[in-house]
């Protein structure tokens, strides 16, 4: 089956443009994560979201950032007034959601290049 | 806090040398879950393997092999006979089990990479 997919593959944007990222998870996985990859931080946690529960935001780097899942399936990372360290790969990742406190794997995206000028 | 330290910010190796990525964690759960992926030039990150902190058995998969001692906090990647198609950065990653709120959902925190390098 179709892995995750992300879009667009690459941006290039201005200095305080905002930008919106696109993941779409694999078919039933009710798991999606966002990291973001970048040559100083390496790869970081930004956020998650599982099921219709809260999201987990704790890994936002700023208020600039956000994300929202629509239907339980694909999910947009928006950037406000983007900045120059805002630089990076961003990576989207899903998984099953095992329940029993029991860990799954993630499957990750090819990611979107985010450049900003 | 968690973290994941892999020392070897680069390795070159010649064809069909054996190589050994190291990766050493923290963590003060007793439950955690370790991982292996790889990022090969396209950028994609594929996962190579999962292991859960009550299993310490090794396991081999065709030339790739894992060492998982709780002992030394170390979860060691080895890969024998080593190909120009094992090119790529290779990340360690841990989770913990966080069994009170949402189960499942991991947050990933990764070492920063071991760069491959395999050369002919």
Known sequence: GAGVSQSPSNKVTEKGKDVELRCDPISGHTALYWYRQSLGQGLEFLIYFQGNSAPDKSGLPSDRFSAERTGGSVSTLTIQRTQQEDSAVYLCASSLGVAGGLTDTQYFGPGTRLTVL | ?120
């Open chain 2, 1 to 120: 806090a968690q973290k994941v330290t892999q020392a070897q910010t680069e390795i070159s190796v010649v064809e069909k040398e054996d190589v050994t990525l190291d990766c050493v964690y923290e963590t003060r759960d007793t439950t955690y879950y370790l991982f292996w992926y790889k990022q090969p030039p396209s950028g994609e990150l594929v996962f190579l393997i999962r292991r859960n902190s009550f299993d310490e058995q090794n396991e081999i998969s065709g030339r790739y092999s894992w060492n998982f001692q709780k002992s030394t906090s170390s979860f060691n990647f080895t890969i024998t006979a080593s190909q120009v198609v094992d090119s790529a950065v290779y990340f360690c990653a841990l989770s913990e089990v966080e069994i009170m709120t949402i189960q499942g959902a991991q947050k990933l925190v990764f070492g920063q990479g071991t760069r491959l390098t395999i050369n002919p």
